[in-house]
């Protein structure tokens, strides 16, 4: 992947996540604690912040993390700062940028969401989102940008599905069967990283 590619996708993600921080906030208000939108704008804003200069994408993705990490109060910081920092290790080496290489990159991500958070498929979280968006990807690797849509269309459908779930990670597991109802705030913003990659890394 070019440097300029994840720079783009990154900038891309901050605006999405600025334009829509204020619902990401009322949806973390009903089975939160109303700071996912405001957490996610401050990371990100400090991501477009970094200087431009990295000598390639995973360098770049790897700071971007680390900025995540130190930037985020609360669950989501080091979650998505875990996603990007795995997903930069798997680019390292990469030759080409193909729906192959893009499915790993993603695949390694989930994998390091989960090590960290130890959320399961059905537990309310942003795993519900990003787990088929990654088995979408790895289903349509013949065309990249087909690849992406497709990890896109998975990753709604996957959100939605936190509506009815009964939250068993994070704050929303303090609610019990009160979490049932709503949407998942980290499944929402997961879309809107998918969204950002669906436009820029094609
Ligand atoms: P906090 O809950 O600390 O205020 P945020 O509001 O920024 O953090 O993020 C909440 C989101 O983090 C949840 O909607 C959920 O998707 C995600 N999350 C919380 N705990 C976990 C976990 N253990 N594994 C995966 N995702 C989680
Ligand atoms: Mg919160
Ligand atoms: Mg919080």
Not at 23 to 48: F, K, P, W, Y
Not at 59 to 86: D, E, H, N
Not at 121 to 127: E, L, Q, R, S, W
Not at 137 to 157: F, K, N, R, Y
Request: overall charge negative.
């Amino acid at each position: 992947m070019e440097l300029t590619k994840a720079q783009a996708w990154m900038a891309d993600f901050a605006a999405t996540i600025s334009q829509n921080a204020a619902l990401l906030t009322d949806l973390d208000r009903q089975i939160g604690d109303a700071d996912h939108g405001s957490n996610m704008n401050r990371g990100m804003q400090a991501v477009i912040a970094l200087d431009r200069d990295f000598p390639d994408a995973a360098s770049y993705l790897k700071k971007a993390g680390m900025t995540l990490v130190s930037t985020v109060g609360g669950a989501s910081g080091p979650l998505y700062g875990t996603f990007l920092l795995r997903f930069a290790g798997a680019l390292t080496g990469q030759t080409t940028h193909d729906a192959h290489g893009m499915a790993r990159a993603w695949r390694a991500g989930l994998e390091g969401v989960i090590s960290r958070g130890k959320a399961g498929p059905g537990d309310k979280t942003m795993v519900d989102a990003l787990q088929p968006a990654v088995e979408a990807m790895e289903a349509e690797t013949s065309d990249l940008a087909i690849c992406l849509t497709s990890g896109l269309a998975a990753g709604e459908q996957g959100r939605d599905a936190t509506t009815p779930m009964v939250a068993r990670k994070g704050r929303a597991s303090y609610l019990g069967e009160r979490s049932a109802g709503h949407q998942d705030p980290g499944a929402t913003s997961i879309v809107l990283l998918l969204e950002a990659a669906a436009r820029t890394l094609a």
